[in-house]
């Protein structure tokens, strides 16, 4: 496999669900990211891993929890969503950080 | 505060009417400025990164300008295959290195 997959492609969840989205990057970079992506919005980071240090968007809501387990894998755990949170998220991985970002297809996800 | 705006919104095209998309920034100081192309239901696609006014870089039919203030992103005889969402984002320098996104401007091209 190539470049940044992303897993599941699609998720329909009920507000008291617990699930999580997976991705792995094959491109060896040394950042890792998540971005939501909304309608007529402009793509918002959500949290970014980078040799082993975590920045985080303080507006993204408790219930996503990120978790980097190396620098491959990354995680997002969903708990309690709304259905405000049904949208496009998509996992990025760069070179460094900062650098030109290779995205995923991304998780379409529907809350009900 | 960072800013990105793009313009226009929305654009259409008949095949082969070259166009412009424009981004226009704000920030303190510029370490890059980067193009990104998106498909329906998919993620963006790297195309560009441009780091200072002058600059220019081109792949088929498109071509990114940057001046002090703004981005061009050249589309020439466009075809119906560059149907997308073009996204620019601006990265600052000094402070935090997370590039700031623009709305994106959505290109249809009609055969």
């Known amino acids: 496999e190539t470049g940044v997959t992303q897993t599941p492609r699609h998720l329909v969840m009920g507000m008291t669900n617990k699930k999580s989205l997976k991705c792995e990057q094959h491109l060896g970079h040394n950042a890792m990211y998540w971005y939501k992506q909304s309608a007529k919005k402009p793509l918002e980071l959500m949290f970014v891993?980078?040799?082993?240090?975590?920045?985080e968007n303080n507006s993204v809501p408790s219930r996503f929890s990120p978790e980097c387990p190396n620098s491959s894998h990354l995680f997002l755990h969903l708990h309690t969503l709304q259905p405000e949170d049904s949208a496009l998220y998509l996992c990025?991985?760069?070179?460094?950080?900062?650098?030109?970002?290779?995205f995923g297809e991304g998780s379409r996800l529907t809350v009900l | 505060e960072d800013q990105v705006t793009q313009s226009p919104e929305a654009l259409r095209l008949q095949e082969g009417e070259s166009s412009s998309l424009n981004c226009s920034y704000t920030v303190s100081g510029l370490r890059g400025l980067f193009w990104y192309r998106q498909d329906p239901g998919k993620g963006p696609e790297f195309l560009f990164t441009?780091?200072?006014a002058g600059e220019e870089k081109e792949k088929e039919r498109l071509k990114a300008t940057l001046t002090k203030k703004e981005s061009f992103l050249h589309i020439t005889a466009p075809k119906p295959e560059d149907s997308a969402t073009y996204l620019c984002?601006?990265?600052?320098?000094?402070?935090?290195?997370?590039?700031?996104f623009g709305r994106g401007t959505s290109l249809i091209v009609h055969p």
């Open positions: 984002a601006v990265q600052a320098s000094g402070g935090s290195y997370i590039p700031t």
């Open positions: 441009l780091y200072s």
């Open positions: 891993y980078s040799l082993e240090e975590r920045v």
């Open positions: 990025a991985s760069s070179q460094d950080p900062g650098g030109e970002l290779f």
